[in-house]
């Protein structure tokens, strides 16, 4: 049975706005307030999709959830029509409207934790939602996800969708962006990764001072319970906290892996060596490749910046001559002459990389979201990709017909004074209502049961 990565990307809401909602994530506070742009922000995301879909890659796509969330403004003690309760929040806590406006589900892989089947001790494909209770606009994204997830992957013979964990501090929990699968091949059984920013309990402990953690390590062990997955294959690591409070919010700031290739900073974990070691012993016989980028070739302020260590690594079958192991970066990248001039000598090297390719997604790395934040990596086999049923995957077809949607419903800007438009909830649920018929979804939204 030949299984394949499938990359779902979370496509970017009509509603893509810059609101400063997330501490600790150094983009989202400094483009606070900037007028964004809708159309162009889910145009660029979906120009990343075709480009791997063309490259052999198997790319899908998450949709957008239902915002603004007004059932979470009527459960917050607001009433009364759409209307009438939006304008009455935004005259009595504004801070609670813009986070129900945010987008941010479009970062896929804050979307859950997904163990594949050749890891799991059942044989089945765990997932769990991420509960991501460290910052309100988020925290209301589980739920939807949930749903998502069990119409999406239905089959329970295959499939095991786990609630999201506790919502809380002690079990704050940001899914696949801290966490990791190696494995030699996709059918072969992995072992997984799990980062966490501190210890919920232990007050002696080190964690990160500036910028808080988002990931808990009882949130992480609680998942690798969940998903039956055997400690020998299993490894626990602490994000280092002065990458956290660099602004390293997420592990997937600081490093991607990719089958038997690990591409980190030197210094993404506390006691990094010891890391490296635990991964590459877990995996033997098998070898792991690590690619350990040192602080003089690229300081953590300009990964930071530059979110090098959010590429994507991908194997293309569809490649031009000389192709195989390739770089997604963002265009950030090939613009900072010491990341650029970095990579430049990595492909030089080509060993194993042997290209980049890097793509305008400024919309999304304006919010701290860049190529690796915006998917989510479930492995399946072909019979489980041909018995899903919504139309997600990624061809030419729904290529055109999703853009051609984008350009009918997206506004082109969006500023913070246009989310007080009631039309713009108007509008989003009638871009949605007619995306559920392009992916064959059926009534997945709240708006479209009441
Ligand atoms: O959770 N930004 C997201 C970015 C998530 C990036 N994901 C990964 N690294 N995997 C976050 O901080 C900003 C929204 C705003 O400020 O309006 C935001 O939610």
Redesign the pocket.
Known sequence: MKSVEVNFDGLVGPTH??????FG?VA?GKH?GQVARPRAAARQGLAKMKALADRGIAQAVLPPHERPHTAVLRQLGFTGTDAQLLSAAWRQAPELVTACY?A?AM?A??AATVSPWPDTTDGRTHFTPANLSS?F??SLEPAFTGCLLKALFADEDAYVHHDPLPAGIYFCDEGA?NHTRFCPDHDAPGVELFVFGAYAFGADRARPERFPSRQSFEASQAIARLHSLPQARTVFAQQHPTAVDAGV??N??IAVGHRNLFFCHENAFLDQQAVLDAIADKMAPAPMHFIEVPAAAVPLQSAVGTYLF?SQLINVSAAPEGEDLIIIAPGECEQDATVKHYLDALVAANNPVNAVHYFDLRQSMR???GP??LRLRVVMHSKQIERMRPRVFIDDTVYAELTAWVDKHYRDSLSAEDLRDPDLLIESRAALDELTQILHLGSVYDFQRH
Do not use: E, T
């Open positions: 706005n810059y609101a400063g909602l997330s994530n989202s606070a945010s941010s970062w892989a804050n910052m606009h988020r962006a919010f997420h997937d700031v959010n919010n701290g979201g690796a934040c």
